[in-house]
């Protein structure tokens, strides 16, 4: 049992388990750094303390600091979020042995799934179907990859074994691209992960990224909650989810086969807690395991519109030993939930990260409309950190309906300050692709644009101030349904009053 919970990250997703905490009448303890005094975690939180200085090594990443903390406060449990220190199983490690529950994985599964070669060999030999490549086979040398591409054939992938992100992943259409690519390869997989490990993968040409939710808990029960929908990216940073597929939408078998081939994924890791296993599934319905998430997901919140289950509430119950609250029969989707990530960048010019103060901001809400943040009116956006603002979920009972819905709410959105990428959501959502469900891991790079909104040469700001100006007068006119002299007075408020007046 734990009666207070130290949560080690920031933003949307530390007020996510904050707001988890609160319901389940346990305490919180945020830790900020100076650039985050006046955030919603530290408001939201029963107490907070100090990091350090903004840059994340100085604060979000100081794990001995953080578990200091947790002593100090009388923290009995860390919840990591996402990001930071979430996938670091030294990290993990360090919070069981200083006492301390570790809301997550145990550090041995989050170890075996870091290393993508290593994960690929453990599902691999646990029946799960992988891409055709180089597996088992402990870390290759340049002699021994110029020998097995033949074998994997071409086009094919090479990956970083430490990889995630594509990072240090090369593309090779030919044997005589190899020597160049595979030394590129190891050099950014060296930069980035201090590990200059590679390995080969056949590639699947057309594929959709697919992931499926796994929870599992101490008493050996490990459930799937439907799978999400995650090929709309750039640059490998996702930007809309959605729950359903509508690939795999009714075809319940394919369904119940990717997810029973999670659930053995994360068994054969002796998987604990939430995770999320990615597939990979190419034109003809065939699938590959391609990573598992050792951590909650940005994009949880769109399978738990749809199942009904609050993910962060059972994190907490698995870590503190209690059985799940539901059984695999009890996991049922119902209706269509799609996530819009909001972000502080331009999309019209390269999706280029925008910071700045928040001056006003107005966000969507009503019926089946969920907005998870970490921003309020007045709020700074820092160049230290990612640049989600938040992010809208709807709920449909159809994936048209949610569409509708998402549409209504993004119209809603009123933000100034920073610039965001609300109006590439607006074009993806008038996008006859995105409509029709036809849409793989290349459609957002390859095939949609963001045309500038005029001729961007002729572009001159006081033109645009005084349209903006026009508009917002407009706007207040038919909100007040102001009267021309002589004209048929159509206003709903006078007609109120007359209706009113009758009544006495
Ligand atoms: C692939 C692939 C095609 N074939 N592997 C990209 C990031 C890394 N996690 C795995 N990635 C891919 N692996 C094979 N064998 C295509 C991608 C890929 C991708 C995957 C998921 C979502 C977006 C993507 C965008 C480009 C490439």
Redesign the pocket.
């Known amino acids: 049992m734990f009666q207070k919970v130290l949560i080690a990250n920031r933003g949307e997703i530390a007020v996510r388990i904050i707001r988890a905490c609160r319901e389940l009448g346990i305490e919180t303890v945020a830790v900020y750094s100076e650039a985050d005094r006046q955030a919603l975690h530290v408001r939201y939180a029963d107490q907070a303390y100090l990091l350090g200085p903004a840059p994340s090594r100085d604060s979000y990443l100081r794990g001995e600091k953080i578990i200091e903390i947790a002593h100090k406060s009388g923290a009995s449990a860390i919840h990591p979020g996402y990001g930071f220190l979430a996938e670091r199983a030294d990290f993990a490690q360090a919070c069981i042995d200083e006492g301390l529950a570790f809301i997550g994985p145990k550090p041995s599964s989050i170890a075996a799934m870091g290393d ?1 070669a290593v994960a690929r060999a453990t599902v691999s030999s646990a029946g799960v179907p992988v ?1 055709p ?1 180089t597996e088992g086979q402990g870390s290759l040398g340049d002699d021994d990859l110029l020998a097995l591409a033949p074998q994997v054939g071409f086009p ?2 090479i ?1 970083a074994s430490a ?4 990072k240090g ?1 090369r593309e090779v259409r030919s044997m005589e691209e190899m020597p160049g690519l595979i030394h590129s390869a190891r050099r950014e997989a060296e930069a980035a992960f201090g590990d200059g490990n590679v390995y080969l ?5 057309a ?3 697919i992931e499926i939710q796994v929870l599992a808990d101490q008493l050996g029960d490990t459930i799937y909650l439907g799978e999400r929908e ?2 709309l ?1 750039r640059r ?1 940073q ?1 930007l809309l989810e959605e729950s359903p597929s509508p690939f795999i939408d009714d075809d319940e078998d394919l369904r119940s086969r990717m997810g029973q081939v999670a659930v053995r994924a994360a068994q054969s890791v002796g998987y604990l807690n939430a995770g999320t296993i ?1 597939f ?1 599934v190419d034109k003809d319905k065939n699938f ?1 395991f ?2 598992m998430n050792t951590r909650l997901q940005v994009e949880h919140p769109v399978t738990e519109m749809v199942t009904g289950v609050d993910i962060v509430k059972e994190q907490i119950r698995i870590a503190r030993g209690r059985p799940m609250r539901y059984t695999q029969d009890h996991i049922h989707l119902n209706g269509w939930a799609i996530e819009c990530r909001i972000n502080a960048e331009d999309p019209y010019n390269d999706f280029l990260p925008s910071t700045g103060q928040i001056t006003h901001i107005l966000m969507p809400t009503g019926p089946g409309v969920r907005i998870d943040t970490g921003v309020y009116p007045g709020f700074e956006i820092s160049p230290y950190y990612d640049s989600l603002i938040s992010k809208v979920i709807v709920w449909g009972e159809t994936r048209a309906e949610a569409i509708l819905r998402m549409r209504r709410a993004l119209e809603e959105y009123k933000l100034v300050g920073v610039r965001t990428n609300i109006p590439f959501h607006q074009n993806l959502m008038d996008s006859f692709r995105f409509f029709g469900g036809q849409f793989d ?2 459609f957002i ?1 390859e095939r949609f644009s963001m045309e500038p909104a005029t001729n961007s040469r002729a572009y001159n700001p006081e033109v645009a101030a005084i349209l903006a100006t026009l508009v917002a007068h407009r706007q207040t006119r038919l909100a007040a349904n102001i009267v021309q002299r002589g004209a048929r007075d159509t206003s709903n408020w006078k007609w109120l009053g007359r209706w009113e007046r009758l009544q006495r």
């Open positions: 993508k891409v490549g094919l992938l990956k990889g995630g992100g594509g992943m993968e056949k590639l699947v040409e594929a959709r990224h995650c090929s990216q490998h996702k990615e990979l590959y391609l990573e891991t290349r790079e």
